[in-house]
């Protein structure tokens, strides 16, 4: 049988994803054949997925952690919207979410198999949610208002107090999105965690900036109830709920998460956060100083206007490169993207102008 090459990520440039650290790899072998759908079955990776909450919570800002692994930031999405949907059932029979336009395409996906209404409002000039337009959004309908911490299009952290501030005074949930940005954001300059605002859900993904295997999403409630607004009654498992989405799940990727997070939590990733940084800084320098016009990174994450015709040229050349709605080349500084594969990616972009 003829084997594919493997991934390699020598030119991936735009992905939120990146090589698994090799603590996570190994971990995601040996639970390949598990299933923390059933915990009673699958101890061990049940203990596993446990312990994974714990880190999250940590790493977040939340001492008593109610959660679970999830198949990635879509997922914990959609049950963040399903569980403020649940949990305000005698308050309206007429759901709405606020969010803004920055939040990811997840949130339609919950909206439409919620039946619930996504309002997406304008952000403001820096690409972070306007908090004029988010107040006027609300109504006695609104049981979500979202915040995005580390968007993906810009890397932009919205404001999140106020943000919680909107939510609690109309009687609805807040929940933060830092899929991407939640290993980044303890160590930043914008620093924000369940600590410093009382968001009620937060989804922060081991497969995207926690180095574990996909698929492993993060979603974290601060009160028990969100959980249990999720939970199904489970007749032939020993078991007898389950608040997953999916039933069957990868214990490939819960293992690999808490094996991730041990080794990298939280000297791996502060270290990881500041080599990113000090990248996207010197990229966006580097751009700049050829004309090209830049967002200023506030996250690890470098958007710049490259026009069409270039980014083709660059893509021909193998550089697997995405761009913004507003037509913005976008570089995630995830940990395989270098100041040598920048520097080569720079010397092909002066080359094809
Ligand atoms: N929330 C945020 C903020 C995200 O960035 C993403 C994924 C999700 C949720 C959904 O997570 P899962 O894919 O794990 O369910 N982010 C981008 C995506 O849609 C990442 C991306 C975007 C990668 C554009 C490459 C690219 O060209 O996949």
């Known amino acids: 049988m003829q084997r594919s090459a493997p ?9 939120m994803c990146t090589e698994p650290h090799p603590a996570a790899r190994d971990a995601a072998e040996r639970f390949l054949a598990t299933n923390p759908g059933d915990p009673a079955t699958y101890e061990e990776v049940a203990t596993l997925e446990a312990d994974a909450v714990d880190t999250l919570g940590e790493i977040a800002g ?24 649940n949990r305000s059932r005698d308050r309206t029979s007429n759901p709405n979410v606020v969010a803004p336009e920055s939040a990811h395409f997840s949130f339609n996906k919950a909206a439409d198999v919620l039946g619930v209404e996504l309002r997406l409002v304008p952000t403001d000039a820096d690409h972070r949610a306007d908090l004029d337009a988010v107040r006027a959004a609300v109504d006695d309908d609104t049981v979500l208002v979202v915040g995005v911490a580390g968007s993906t299009e810009f890397g932009r952290v919205d404001p999140i107090p106020n943000l919680v501030d909107i939510a609690h005074d109309a009687g609805a949930f807040c929940h933060v999105d830092a899929a991407w940005g939640g290993f980044l954001l303890p160590f930043a300059e914008t620093a924000w965690s369940f600590a ?51 039933g069957t799940r990868s214990g490939a990727g819960v293992a690999s998460a808490a094996a991730a997070m041990d080794a990298l939590w939280p000297d791996g990733y502060r270290r990881e956060y500041e080599r990113a940084a000090d990248l996207a800084a010197w990229f966006a320098g580097e751009l700049r100083g050829r004309g090209i016009e830049v967002v200023d990174p506030e996250l690890p994450l470098v958007a710049a206007d490259v026009p069409g015709p270039l980014f083709e040229a660059l893509r021909e050349r ?19 993207v270098t100041r040598d594969s920048l520097s080569s990616f720079l010397a092909d972009l002066d080359a094809v102008r």
């Not at 939340?62 to 679970?68: A, E, I, V």
């Not at 199904?232 to 999916?246: G, K, M």
């Open 318 to 336: 193998g550089w697997r490169v995405s761009r913004t709605g507003s037509d913005l080349l976008r570089v995630v500084c995830m940990p395989h």
């Open 62 to 85: 939340l001492s008593d952690p109610n959660g679970y692994v999830t198949s990635g930031g879509t997922e914990a999405n959609i049950q963040a919207v399903r569980a403020a949907r």
């Open 7 to 15: 991934q390699t990520f020598d030119r991936v440039l735009s992905s």
């Open 196 to 246: 410093h605002a009382p968001i009620d859900s937060l989804t922060v993904d081991p497969h995207k900036c926690g180095r574990a295997c996909i698929p492993a999403g993060g979603l974290l409630f601060r009160e028990r109830a969100g959980l249990d607004a999720l939970a199904v009654e489970t007749p032939y498992l020993e078991s007898t709920s389950q608040a997953t989405l999916t």
